[in-house]
T-cell receptor
Framework: GQQLNQSPQSMFIQEGEDVSMNCTSS?????WLWYKQDPGEGPVLLIA?????ELTSNGRLTAQFGTTRKDSFLNISASIPSDVGIYFC????????????FGTGTRLQVTL | NAGVMQNPRHLVRRRGQEARLRCSPM?????VYWYRQLPEEGLKFMVY????????ESGMPKERFSAEFPKEGPSILRIQQVVRGDSAAYFC??????????????FGDGTRLSIL
């Protein structure tokens, strides 16, 4: 099945730095979601986006729904050690009451 | 905790045995989804169920795998005659009724299935 491409695959950053990651698809989605997964746990929802061009923030996190509907971006400002984890984007075609297609993940490691 | 509850958290089976994974959705949620995750990969959709109905099973392997969500009780993902390749983390998610697009799926902590 289709899988979304995320970049970068992994990144090492220093505490306090800003982080940017993106997610691209060959097809259009109507909903974009960003999740964070810690080891041994399930994905936790960070931000949900429902309209092309939409920009939404959740604390230090900001995500955007690309205008082409084929991409999305996540920014984390002033990273802290607990930001460590794997970040997944996910797209849905017909709202969120349908299957999600997940990205390949961006592994974030934060050094002091 | 009113989150999505999955059990067991860890399950070990020998090749040829059956595995049953359970999922209780969040309170008030009537849509359940199952996903599989291999190490170092993203989650892959398997099946979407509502009470007593399979809505989308496009991600389910054609053989040995089945899922149900009965009127009473948890959703069950059943894998018969397990093989080594079934080793993975299986996640359940739930969402409210009505297909409300402003209520995204929330995930449980998964069942880690290991096949000996």
């Amino acid at each position: 099945g289709q899988q979304l491409n995320q970049s970068p695959q992994s990144m090492f950053i220093q505490e306090g730095e800003d982080v940017s990651m993106n997610c691209t698809s060959s097809s259009i989605f109507n909903t974009w979601l960003w999740y964070k997964q810690d080891p041994g746990e399930g994905p936790v929802l960070l931000i949900a986006l429902y309209k092309a061009g939409e920009l939404t923030s959740n604390g230090r996190l900001t995500a955007q729904f690309g205008t082409t509907r084929k991409d999305s971006f996540l920014n984390i400002s002033a990273s802290i050690p607990s930001d460590v984890g794997i970040y997944f984007c996910a797209g849905a075609y017909t709202g969120t009451a349908s299957k999600l297609t997940f990205g390949t993940g961006t592994r974030l490691q934060v050094t002091l | 905790n009113a989150g999505v509850m999955q059990n067991p958290r860890h399950l070990v089976r020998r090749r040829g045995q059956e595995a049953r994974l359970r999922c209780s959705p969040m309170k008030g949620h009537s849509h359940v989804y199952w996903y599989r995750q291999l190490p170092e990969e993203g989650l892959k959709f398997m099946v979407y169920l509502q009470k007593e109905n399979i809505i989308d099973e496009s991600g389910m392997p054609k053989e040995r795998f089945s899922a149900e969500f009965p009127k009473e009780g948890p959703s069950i993902l059943r894998i018969q005659q397990v093989v080594r390749g079934d080793s993975a983390a299986y996640f359940c998610a739930s969402s409210p009724p009505g297909g409300d697009s402003n209520q995204p799926q929330h995930f449980g902590d998964g069942t880690r299935l290991s096949i000996l």
